[in-house]
């Protein structure tokens, strides 16, 4: 099946500061992927579409400035936490189709954020 | 826009009993229905889909059921093992892959040896 790669795995970083996460796919590309955050014990919750060479398209109550995406290009999108808070530690998990006209989505392994 | 609601939270079953997770769904033009298995800090894994022109699917020890009508979907696990343990997630979008689905909280399943 199709392989989506996140890096890193884990991720430690001081309050104040910012932390980038990149999300691949290996063997297909997407001009499309999604953006979510999960809590623990809770379900998936999108974050944002993040468009290959277009703005993403953030959910409601979801920062922009805070929450920077960027998909430039067609196997690559990047999710920068700005200024993190203890807050903001979660696990990040992204995903995409590997074709927009089927239905699958494919996961990342996911990025375990701890804010200190 | 679309809700979809997930019972139990929590399952606990014997090796070797069933296991049914059920969903609603609030969209009526949903037609395409995934249920992912995800273990402890791991990716979620597509485990078997329905879309709405087909009843019922089954694959191995996995079936899932849809009622279009009703607007619920299940998912039944027969003969469990402990390696079933996991929280399994329903989710409900438009077909296509450009096409959010949306989340059911999660079932944590625990199948006692």
């Known amino acids: 099946g199709a392989v989506v790669s996140q890096h890193p795995s884990r991720v430690i970083c001081k309050s104040g500061t910012s932390v980038k996460i990149e999300c691949r796919s290996l063997?297909?590309?997407?001009?499309?992927m999604f953006w979510y955050r999960q809590f623990p014990k809770q379900s998936l919750m999108l974050m944002a579409t993040?468009?290959?060479?277009?703005?993403?398209?953030?959910e409601q109550g979801v920062e922009k400035d805070k929450f920077l995406i960027n998909h430039a290009s067609l196997t690559l999108s990047t999710l920068t936490v700005t200024s993190a808070h203890p807050e903001d530690s979660s696990f990040y998990i992204c995903?995409?189709?590997?074709?927009?006209?089927?239905?699958?989505?494919?996961f990342g392994p996911g990025t375990r954020l701890t804010v200190t | 826009g679309e809700n979809v609601e997930q019972h139990p939270s929590t399952l606990s079953v014997q090796e070797g009993d069933s296991a049914v997770i059920k969903c609603t769904y609030s969209?009526?033009?949903?037609?395409?229905f995934p249920w992912y298995k995800q273990e402890l800090g791991k990716r979620p894994q597509l485990i078997i889909d329905?879309?709405?022109?087909?009843g019922e699917k089954k694959d191995q020890r996995i079936a899932v059921t849809l009622n279009k009508t009703a607007k619920h979907f299940s998912l039944h696990i027969t003969e469990t093992q402990p390696e079933d343990s996991a929280v399994y997630f329903c989710?409900?979008?438009?077909?296509?892959?450009?096409?959010?689905?949306?989340f059911g909280r999660g079932t944590s399943l625990i199948v006692h040896p």
């Open positions: 995903s995409a189709p590997r074709d927009p006209s089927r239905d699958e989505q494919y």
């Open positions: 063997d297909f590309q997407a001009t499309t």
């Open positions: 993040s468009n290959e060479g277009s703005k993403a398209t953030y």
């Open positions: 969209d009526s033009a949903s037609n395409y």
């Open positions: 329905i879309r709405s022109n087909v």
């Open positions: 989710a409900a979008s438009l077909s296509g892959g450009s096409y959010i689905p949306t």
